[in-house]
């Protein structure tokens, strides 16, 4: 029997807020343990929660990213469980009244070609809600500390509609999720410091069935690859024990991302288990329109979006635009630069950015705010380049003395004698008649319709010129003489 796999994703993601949620106190990473407490995150009789205005402003933001309706009234519920990472006994959450619904995630299928855009597909979201994130257990040898500092802070659960079907579709949709919230700057989504975090539910039935089988979750997926690993893992368990004759049970598993497999945590939880009811110390949120549009004005150009613009108004391939847009800050910088360089460069600005400058960025450890290369500097290269002042090959010395030193192009190049000496055409009609004369098979191949048999004349005149002679130019000329005799 043939079987298809269902999938959902609940993802959490921390929201960049200078404090907690319900609390002043600070939001943070890397800190002394237990220092980003006070009463109110410790739970200490008479502390009063406060909601943080600036987290309300990220989830809605979040929700017009992903073409969410906003909810005009949302409210706060209490999620009751006893667990040593939160001091409360309870999470304070939304429940039936979330503050996000529907919208989708854009997300480009997997496909085998990869210098044409795939295709595209939206995933439907269920919800978006809000919360106040629990604390971390630090397990050791024979005990486990914890550490509160985590506790509290703003933490927005993304909820999927069961509509991926493979692991490569639950990928490509984390991928682009997390771009979206860090475009939209709600979220830096570092996954190992827990700013991001996944579940993946995973059920199978029969192909043309209709009806969901039998859900576990996978927790413990600390990266997207382990995300999609994991669930590959599960897909092909769920399939032999049911080949074997088994019964799936509803549970939740851990993975383990560096040995390959999982085991069994406890039985799935159900929505009743935690006993929600609305929290009386925090009043309903009401959303009105203003609220909405000022946050709608800050709305960035999401990566799929930029990456059709950047095809269709700098006609740019998509092995450029497929590195450029999942950065804002390098698609920004390429954008400058091709406003500088001109009409018509755009795609030689693309090809030094992701070719040379990420590779030299690489090399040195450095990210494009400290790089010394700046668009300037690429648009003036691409001018170089373009006007035949400085040939290729002399330009690849000019950016690594660029991105050395910080020199401007131009400079760079008359300070090392690299710019082309002006070309004598009689001369170089004499060198191009010489290169014919000295290899005549190759001239031959060429009249008989080998096109990649002119390079082979090519490099004695480049070398009769001592590499200063317009490649353009010994280009055109080769083919005029081959051409009449």
């Not at 200490?44 to 929700?63: E, Q, S, Y």
Request: a negative charge; proline letters at 5%.
């Amino acid at each position: 029997m043939n079987y298809e796999a269902v999938i959902g994703l609940e993802v959490h993601v921390q929201i960049k807020t200078q404090s907690k949620m319900f609390t002043r106190v600070a939001a943070g990473y890397g800190h002394e343990p237990n220092t980003l407490t006070d009463p109110v995150v410790l739970a200490l009789p008479g502390a009063l929660p406060v909601m943080n205005h600036a987290a309300l402003d990220a989830i809605i933001k979040a929700g017009l990213l992903l073409g969410c309706e906003i909810a005009p009234v949302c409210k706060w519920d209490r999620k009751n469980y006893f667990y040593p990472d939160s001091p409360k006994n309870y999470q304070i959450s939304q429940y039936d009244q979330p503050i996000c619904l529907g919208g989708s995630v854009e997300i480009e299928l997997p496909g085998a070609a990869r210098n044409l855009m795939g295709e595209h597909k939206n995933i439907p979201l269920t919800r978006i809600h809000l919360e106040e994130d629990v604390g971390k257990l630090n397990h050791e040898d024979h005990d486990s500390l914890v550490d509160y500092n985590r506790a509290g802070t703003p933490l927005m659960e993304i909820v999927s509609d069961p509509a991926m079907h493979t692991a490569d579709e639950a990928y490509a949709y984390l991928t682009s999720l997390r771009a979206t919230m860090i475009y939209g700057g709600i979220s830096d989504c570092d996954m190992e410091k827990g700013q991001l975090r996944c579940d993946a539910n995973i059920s199978i039935r029969p192909v043309g069935e209709t009806k969901l089988g039998t859900k576990v979750e996978l927790k413990n997926l600390n990266s997207i690859s382990f995300v999609r690993d994991g669930i590959a893992h599960e897909i092909k368990r769920q399939i032999g024990l049911m080949e074997r004759g088994g019964t799936i049970v509803q549970e939740t598993r851990d993975y383990d991302g560096q040995t390959g497999t999982s085991q069994s945590l406890r039985s799935k939880e159900m929505a009743h288990d935690y006993r929600y009811f609305p929290d009386p110390d925090l009043m309903p949120v009401r959303v009105d329109e203003p609220w909405k549009a000022r946050l709608r004005a800050e709305c960035p150009e999401l990566p799929f979006v930029k990456q059709r613009r950047f095809a269709e108004q700098y006609q740019l391939p998509y092995t450029l635009t497929s590195v450029l847009v999942w950065d804002r800050e390098l698609a920004d910088y390429f954008e400058e630069t091709a406003q500088l360089a001109g009409p018509g460069k755009a795609q030689a600005a693309g090809n030094w950015i992701v070719n040379d400058l990420l590779r030299e960025l690489t090399a040195a450890n450095l990210t494009l705010a400290t790089s010394r290369v700046r668009p300037a500097h690429i648009a003036g290269l691409v001018k170089l380049v373009e006007a035949g002042t400085i040939f290729t090959n002399a330009a690849k010395e000019v950016f690594i003395e660029m991105a050395a030193t910080g020199d401007q192009p131009d400079v760079i190049a008359e300070r090392k004698g690299l710019k082309a000496a002006p070309t004598d055409t009689n001369e170089l009609e004499q060198w191009c008649r010489d290169a014919i004369a000295g290899n005549a098979k190759s001239a031959a191949e060429f009249r008989a319709g080998k096109e990649g048999a002119i390079n082979a004349l090519k490099g004695p005149v480049m070398k009769a010129a001592k590499g200063k002679a317009n490649p353009k130019l010994v280009d055109e000329t080769l083919r005029r003489l081959l051409a009449e005799a």
